[in-house]
């Protein structure tokens, strides 16, 4: 066993020592040591209860024969952090989970893991430190929060965060009261879980089961079930047989247990930040998978199940509906069946016997809300090397739309254009200069997008950005613009009034001018200098890699 390192031989006594101060006693050097990867905090909703999930995942390794470790890393809630400078942070705090896992399980010997992630960059930051590790390990997430509830005109509505987000637009717009804005934030979130749409830390959750990384039920069942907890028991127990069978990561997260991903994700019509996570998850497993790969996926996974910010269906009704495993089920005869679980037998056998409840919630493949996938790659002369949007939360008179540029190169610039209603029908919005490298730390921009949609310009109004948004964003919402502003990308040669096209079914992005325009314009512009040059960001941004290649570090 690697943990042999710590606790066998004359030389490990002072080692042992140690160990006996946290509670080991002599009869545990012959059993292997698990390290449970907790990352409970008290600031993040999705985080607050994962003492409880983690208590129940050690029961589980006791009972199978190992010796749980509880350790912590850190967690940033992307809604707190949002339209302020520490969102900066958020994308960039994904790779220092990866590192701090990394040394959390080399500096303490752990034989096996078990993840314990709940919000947006914790889940691929955990994913890829597990594939790099490459240790026997089994994840197992917080869960979802409840949908809140508030009586509006009348009756009984179901509201999330996103709810909030875009009432702010709504009272701009004079269509609400700050009187019920302040009720509906006292009751959208009404407990412990990531927050309850198909939003990022959903998405991720979910996508995780359908890799194989997790157990089925590990994306829906809500935070505050006590299927949950059961579920975190029997992940503490599956640790130690995955470890008796020596299946790793790295045995799992294939090129199709990533396929498989995809095309869930695309069935979900989850967020555009699942794209960013799952390329670098493949660049940390040695798997080239490019963005056109993406494309190929989409155009024959068909959008099945469409939740909030894309519909009034929650996570919750997804869950009662059969989950991911009745999503995939339906999917199966366009999934790789044989891809590897954690279950140790292939994916067929885990969803077979899985079938549909709801199809309201989960439709059929012959009757999908569209033939295609929920997320789209464009590209064209403004994104050379691509860009993301969600498709599926696009109105159908904004899927094609040719307008006149508004640009700017801050979030906080265009913010306050549309808070003062300078923004006009037709126009594209552009904010750059909030690239992974330009930012620093690639910010999500759902206050401009709920702005927008609150105030009921969604339908009129286009977004792109070299920066990202949040999995509650809706509407013509064009993000991770590749190469970025800050890397002299086309996005960089924008002028108020030029002309953009956007046709999301053809996966077009294109500006009206040449190429010799385009390189004329970036060729005229100043250095470009970065916001920050102090700290961790500084480091970041220098480091830094493309958003088409996942904003990993680069060697």
């Known amino acids: 066993m690697i943990s042999d390192a710590v606790k066998k031989g004359i030389e490990r006594a002072p080692h042992r020592s140690l160990l006996h101060a946290v509670g080991c006693s002599s009869s545990d050097w012959e059993k292997p040591f698990v390290g449970i990867i907790n990352s409970f905090s008290e600031v993040v909703p999705g985080h607050i209860h994962l003492r409880t999930i983690a208590q129940a995942v050690k029961e589980g390794v006791r009972s199978g024969g190992g010796v749980p470790f509880e350790v912590n890393t850190m967690v940033v809630c992307d809604g707190i952090a949002m ?105 959208a979130c009404p407990g412990c879980g990531s927050c309850a749409g198909m939003f990022t830390a959903n998405t991720m959750n979910c996508l995780t089961e359908a890799m194989g990384m997790a157990l089925p039920g590990n994306g829906t069942i809500p935070a505050v079930q006590a299927r949950r907890s059961q579920l975190s028991y029997r992940a503490g127990r599956q640790v130690m047989e995955v470890l008796d069978r020596f299946i790793c990561p790295r045995d799992i997260v294939t090129e199709d247990a990533l396929y498989n991903a995809f095309a869930v994700d695309m069935a979900l019509g989850g967020s555009t930040n699942s794209v960013l996570h799952l390329i670098a998850i493949a660049h940390e497993a040695g798997i080239d998978f490019p963005l056109s790969k993406i494309n190929e996926i989409s155009q024959h996974i068909p959008n099945i199940c469409r939740l909030s910010p894309a519909s009034n269906y929650r996570i919750e009704d997804l869950d009662l509906a059969g989950g991911i495993s009745a999503v995939m089920q339906e999917l199966a005869d366009l999934l790789k069946l044989g891809a590897n679980t954690v279950l140790a037998k292939p994916m067929g056998e885990v969803i077979k016997g899985f079938t549909v409840k709801d199809r309201n919630v989960i439709r059929t493949t012959t009757e999908p809300y569209a033939v295609t996938g929920g997320l789209s790659i464009l590209s064209g002369n403004l994104a050379p090397e691509g860009a993301v949007v969600k498709s599926a939360a696009v109105a159908p008179e904004m899927l094609v739309h040719r307008g006149t540029a508004r640009v700017f190169d801050s979030e906080e610039e265009a913010t306050q254009a549309i808070l003062e209603k ?79 096209k956007i046709d999301i079914p053809a996966c077009k992005l294109e500006v009206e001018l040449t190429q010799e325009e385009i390189a004329q314009r970036l060729k005229n512009l100043p250095p470009f200098a970065s916001r920050i040059n102090t700290g961790y960001l500084k480091r970041y941004s220098d480091g830094v890699s493309s958003a088409s290649k996942g904003a990993v570090f680069v060697d």
């Open 422 to 500: 300078k923004i006009k029908s037709g126009e594209v919005v552009v904010i750059r200069y909030e690239g992974p490298r330009g930012g620093p730390g690639m910010r999500e921009m759902l206050t401009p997008t709920s702005l927008l949609s609150g105030m009921g310009m969604d339908r009129e109004v286009a977004l792109i950005t070299d920066g990202r948004f949040s999995g509650a964003t809706r509407g013509a919402a064009i993000g991770h613009v590749s190469p970025e502003a800050a890397e002299r990308g086309p996005i960089a040669a924008l002028k108020d009034g030029d002309l953009i």
């Open 83 to 187: 339209n302020h400078a520490g969102m900066k942070y958020s994308l960039p705090s994904r790779e220092i989970i990866a590192d701090s896992v990394e040394i959390l399980a080399r500096a303490h010997a752990f034989d096996a893991l078990v993840f314990i992630p709940n919000c947006d960059k914790v889940v691929p930051g955990m994913l890829m430190a597990a594939v790099r590790l490459n240790l026997p390990c089994v994840f197992v997430s917080g869960g979802p929060m409840m949908a809140g509830q508030v009586y509006r005109g009348g009756r009984l509505e179901k509201v999330d965060l996103n709810s909030v987000f875009l009432a702010v637009g709504e009272v701009v717009r004079g269509k609400m009261s700050e009187k019920e804005l302040a009720e509906l934030e006292r009751v």
